[in-house]
């Protein structure tokens, strides 16, 4: 019994230190460096398990202990990375820490492991006279095969960055990223090509509960969640590592030449169009002042940008914007922006080299201006003080839409343009400095509220210019609507030059107008107030103006038969308010043009060049 219990005691003192012997790392390779001149990566140490060490067979698991990563501007520093699932044979696994011409972008390519997890990493950049740190607590890389990461989480991260008005901080609370190459990313530090096409990064990705606070103190701001999805980027003209070491030179000096204030223009819109993505939203913004100086409060419930797809365009929009200060406050619906493009100032950048920016002529400038797509801004509401010195005179504007449209660019100017304004309202005081206010009071109206449209695109088929629609429209007061068209119109009136685009405005020509003129309430206020300040009646001050009407005109305009047509659809307007509408065309084929006009001896002669029709609806 004693022998027995003495060789089971035996085994179990052998199985403890057969399991302890399991759990100890003994060190396969210490101190280790390699890198050139912009990457240098120091290992203190890589141990792996002794099970896998005894049998030499390959490093199941494997820790990396004192990692420190210098790659351009930026130093990584981990005391601890701990590698789990991997199938490294030996032999593959000192050669992947081991000093050697592989670049860090083919060492990351040989990695295939089950999990990776970083206890705690920290990030340092230099940006200028400041410094950006960020820490990472508890990382961990899932499924990652030939350097490419299935899943990414990283409970916490806080960043602070300092500078000469103090730190700004950042905290943010789960990091998830999914599908993350790393290998293509250390390339785009690596490589250098504006020419190369983008390439995706990685794909889904969220954070949660983002929290800052500017230098200074004086502003804080919470995200509750930022998810998106397929970030792309390309490499720029002097790689990744280049341009932030050019921002970083340029940046700490107090004046620069304009050589280099050039190249830093260049630097910037090559950064700029080096990224893109599928998709990123973030949602329940809030910001405050400190309650000092600073007592505004505003949020924002979402900010979303979607990439272009297909047909498609890109697609940047804000929602639910509320902007409060002390005496005042902004509501707005929501903006967009649709169909913006910055690759007309990219090529143009391009194009221009190393051309110094004072010696810019009016084709490069025009070549560098970008393409606006369509901005839509729906929902203000702006109250505000009337008056600085009169706080409690308040004004209130609401609009509930203003568009504007302005693409399909010929040498930077736009050949398709459309301005909207609806529902534009505002009160108006009566003790109003303004004299048109004064007079809209005096008229009646309270507010008004009213809407304003312009839309007018080239036909380069054609060279015609269509006038599509301008209007201006009041409610309770009426409309006027015009559209047209002008024929001859060819390219030059987009030229640079000024001489080629003035002798091409010149030599363009109207061949159509339309107006249409609708009252709804406008005309009636007005009689029955010139009436009551000259003491008679409005349907007495009706008649008078619709009988003096043609005379006035034809004494203006001639008696010609065109006058008379004119004069007789306004008299009738006049007597019986509701729609006025004017047709004109010239009765030369070619067009009514300027030279028409400056060539005329008298102005009364311009109105036979013309074929117009009247009526009063």
């Not at 400041?130 to 899932?142: D, E, H, P, S, V």
């Not at 400056?598 to 009247?614: C, F, G, Q, V, Y």
């Amino acid at each position: 019994m004693m022998s027995f219990l003495h060789r089971s005691g035996v085994c179990a003192l052998a199985l403890m230190a057969g399991t302890a012997a399991m759990q100890f790392e003994p060190t396969v390779l210490r101190d280790l460096a390699f890198g050139n001149g912009t990457q240098h990566v120091a290992i203190g140490a890589v141990k792996t398990a002794l099970w896998s060490a005894a049998f030499a067979q390959s490093s199941d698991s494997f820790a990396l202990e004192n990692v420190r990563f210098t790659w351009g501007t930026f130093t990584y520093e981990a005391k601890r990375i701990e590698f789990t699932g991997a199938s490294v044979p030996r032999q593959e696994l000192e050669s992947l820490f081991s000093a050697g011409s592989a670049s860090l972008a083919d060492r990351l390519a040989r990695i295939d492991t089950k999990r990776v997890i970083i206890p705690e990493l920290k990030v340092t950049q230099k940006l200028g006279k400041g410094t950006q740190t960020i820490l990472y607590r508890n990382a961990t890389l899932f499924d990652i095969v030939r350097g490419k990461v299935g899943s990414t989480v990283v409970e916490t991260t806080a960043m602070e960055e300092t500078g000469e008005k103090g730190p700004t901080l950042v905290s943010y609370g789960r990091t998830i990223v999914s599908e993350l190459d790393l290998p293509t990313v250390v390339t785009l530090f690596e490589t250098k090509d504006a020419s190369a096409p983008l390439s995706r990064i990685h794909g889904a990705f969220s954070i949660e509960k983002i929290d800052m606070t500017d230098a200074g103190g004086n502003y804080s701001a919470q995200i509750a969640r930022i998810n998106g999805r397929d970030l792309m980027a390309r490499p720029t003209k002097d790689s990744w590592n280049g341009t932030l070491a050019l921002i970083k030179e340029l940046s700490g000096k107090e004046k620069t030449s304009p050589e280099e204030e050039t190249r830093i223009l260049l630097t910037a819109a090559d950064l700029l169009g080096a990224f893109d993505a599928g998709a990123v939203e973030a949602t329940g913004i809030t910001f405050k002042g400190d309650g000092k100086e600073n007592k505004g409060t505003g949020s924002i419930a979402r900010a979303a940008y979607t990439g272009t797809t297909g047909s498609q365009p890109a697609e940047a929009r804000v929602e639910g914007i509320e902007f409060k200060g002390t005496d005042a406050s902004l509501k707005i619906g929501s903006i967009s922006l649709t169909g913006f493009s910055v690759t007309p100032t990219l090529n143009g950048l391009k194009a221009l080299g190393d051309k110094p920016l004072k010696e810019l002529d009016s084709a490069d400038v025009r070549s560098l201006i970008p393409t606006l797509g369509t901005l839509r801004i729906t929902d203000m509401d702006i109250d505000a003080p009337a008056e600085e010195d009169k706080p409690t005179e308040r004004v209130r504007v609401t609009m509930g839409l203003m568009e504007v449209t302005a693409d399909k660019p010929v040498n930077g100017i736009p050949t398709n343009i459309r301005f909207e304004q609806r529902n534009v309202s505002t009160s108006l005081p009566a003790n109003s400095d303004d004299e048109l206010a004064r007079e809209l009071h005096e008229l009646g109206y309270k507010s008004i509220d009213g809407s304003f449209v312009m839309a007018a695109t080239w036909n380069e088929a054609a060279n015609e210019i269509a006038i599509k629609e301008f209007s201006m429209d009041g409610k309770e007061m009426g409309s006027v609507r015009l559209t047209g068209l002008i024929g001859n119109v060819s390219p030059d009136l987009f030229s640079p030059d000024e001489a080629t685009a003035s002798a091409a405005l010149i030599g363009a020509k109207a061949k159509s107008a339309n107006v249409v003129v609708e009252n709804r309430g406008l005309v009636e206020r007005y009689l029955a107030k010139v009436a009551k300040e000259e003491g008679t009646t409005p349907e007495a001050l009706q008649k008078m103006y619709s009988g003096a009407t043609p005379l006035v005109l034809s004494s203006m305009v001639g008696n010609s038969e065109q006058s008379r047509t004119l004069g007789q659809a306004i008299s009738r307007f006049i007597e019986k308010p509701g729609k006025l509408i004017i047709e004109a065309q010239p009765k030369n084929p070619s067009g009514f043009g300027v030279m028409d006009v400056m060539l005329a001896s008298d102005p009364k002669l311009l109105l036979e060049k013309l074929k117009i029709t009247a009526k009063a609806e």
